[in-house]
């Protein structure tokens, strides 16, 4: 490979958008980075010994950055509040079937040990009851909607 070849070869790579391109011919090993503008490019040259290709590992997506944290007032506020959380991986149902009323609805006083919802895993039907006293504030889970493990459902006012 000549250096008109591989000056054909940088515009390319340029052109297409990649950040990393890797070649190898025979004995020669070609590697161009670019970066965000096409005077930062970067060619590395290096002989290759025989050896067998390499398996790529997949490339991970880039995440977004969490966003900024949500003001404080709204913690605050919360704080007062208990948590009844899922015990365990399933379908969340507010009722018993379609035609039974609700277990419990928002300003409902519950007492320990009443039910608040039924969670479907692997057809089993499970009756989560109330650990504490008081009255719930708010439902964090819409019906028939998946839940997992610790996953927050009710907030409850103990005062």
């Known amino acids: ?19 990393e ?8 090993k070609i590697t161009i980075k670019t ?4 005077e930062a490019t970067a060619i590395q040259y290096a002989p290759v010994a025989a050896q067998l290709p390499q398996p790529m590992a997949p490339v991970a ?16 506020e919360t704080s007062k509040y208990i948590t009844i959380k899922s015990p365990i991986i399933g379908t969340f149902y507010r009722k018993p079937s379609p035609d039974k009323p609700l ?3 928002v300003g409902q006083t ?8 039924i969670i479907e895993a692997m057809k089993l ?7 504490v006293s008081g009255k719930i504030v708010k439902i964090l889970v819409d019906d028939s909607s998946p839940v997992e ?6 907030l409850v006012d103990p005062s």
């Open 61 to 76: 997506e880039p995440r977004p950055v969490a966003e900024a944290a949500a003001p404080a007032a709204p913690v605050a």
């Open 125 to 131: 039907f499970n009756e989560i009851e109330s650990e």
């Open 35 to 38: 970066g965000p503008d096409p």
């Open 149 to 154: 493990f610790d996953q927050p459902l009710f």
């Open 110 to 117: 519950i007492a320990e040990g009443d039910v608040l919802c």
């Open 103 to 105: 277990f419990v609805e």
């Open 1 to 19: 490979m000549d250096i008109k070849e591989i000056q054909n070869l940088i515009k390319f790579v340029a052109k297409s958008g990649a950040s």
């Open 21 to 28: 391109v890797k070649l190898e011919m025979g004995d020669i």
